[in-house]
């Protein structure tokens, strides 16, 4: 089984689609995938599907969205190729006790191949491998093609679990961007950066990276407008002051002192964690 959540759902058995269109069962699929090889209680699906007032009928509707996406599979199974090991629906979909689990018999997930391109580049940000990084990185985040489960009904799981996955390709465009920077390519990210400060408006990290990099190619003036922008962001959103890191940074471009150093952050957040 093959499974893209990075974008729109898609699941598929030897290529054939098990993804459905009716917008309930197609959220049981998408927490399952999410969770791909493991159970996902009963619990957790009926708060998906229904919040805090499920219906008396929850488990036995949620039985029969599991037996629809059943069908789906045991219609994909029919594609296996001749030698492939005999399996039915139930064996891909498997009840267990207090939970169902979507067993994709070591088929791909996007998910895990982002964690471990994202881990592998971490890492060589770790040992000052800055090609390396920003190479995996860029891999990692080119499997994301819109914003995960972007065409699917999302309940309260979901709903935390897609904010949790956006928090990491956040924390991995960080550190890409970082170690872009570190390579010298200030003037390739001038574009990409003012784009992502357009859209998150009090993120730190992002406005501090974009404030290096047009310092570095000279534009002094308009990186201490982007600051001035994010702090009056700020204040207006959240009631907060720019933290000590980012005001650090505006001091040396203002005074046009030493070349400021930019310690992006790599858990994603809104605040800078310091400036050298």
């Known amino acids: 089984m093959d499974i893209e959540v990075l974008g729109a759902l898609a699941v598929r058995e030897h290529g054939a689609s098990v993804t459905p269109t009716a917008p309930k069962p197609r959220q049981v699929l998408a927490l399952l995938a999410l969770h791909a090889d493991q159970v996902v209680p009963l619990a957790a699906l009926v708060e998906e599907l ?30 296996a190729p001749e030698d492939a090991p005999p399996r039915t629906a139930k064996d891909v979909l498997v009840t267990t006790p207090g939970g169902y689990l979507l067993n ?6 996007d998910i895990r191949e982002f964690e471990r391109l994202a881990g592998t580049g971490y890492r060589a940000m770790d040992a000052g491998d800055f090609p390396g990084a920003a190479r995996q990185l860029r891999e990692a985040l080119d499997l994301w093609t819109g ?35 570190r390579l010298g390519r200030h003037r390739e990210l001038l574009g990409e950066l003012t784009v992502l400060v357009r859209r998150y408006r009090t993120h730190e990290t992002l406005h501090g990276q974009l404030m ?10 308009e990186a201490l407008d982007v600051y001035q922008r994010l ?3 700020l204040v207006r959103e959240l009631g907060l002051e720019p933290s000590a890191g980012l005001r650090r940074l505006q001091r040396s ?24």
């Open 147 to 181: 914003n995960a489960l972007a065409d699917v009904q999302t309940g309260p799981q979901l709903e935390m679990e897609t904010r949790r996955l956006e928090e990491t390709r956040l924390c991995a465009l960080d550190q890409r961007i970082e170690a872009d920077l």
């Open 212 to 221: 290096l990099a047009l310092h570095r190619s000279g534009r002094r003036s």
């Open 231 to 233: 702090r009056t962001a």
């Open 253 to 276: 471009v203002l005074m046009a002192g030493p070349e400021p150093v930019l310690d992006a952050p790599r858990s994603g957040g809104e605040r800078l964690s310091g400036v050298g």
């Open 104 to 109: 994709t018999s070591g088929g791909s997930s």
């Open 50 to 79: 229904w919040s805090e007032r499920p219906p008396r009928s929850a488990r036995t509707t949620l039985q029969t969205y599991v037996l629809q996406l059943r069908d789906l599979i045991s219609s994909a199974l029919e594609h």
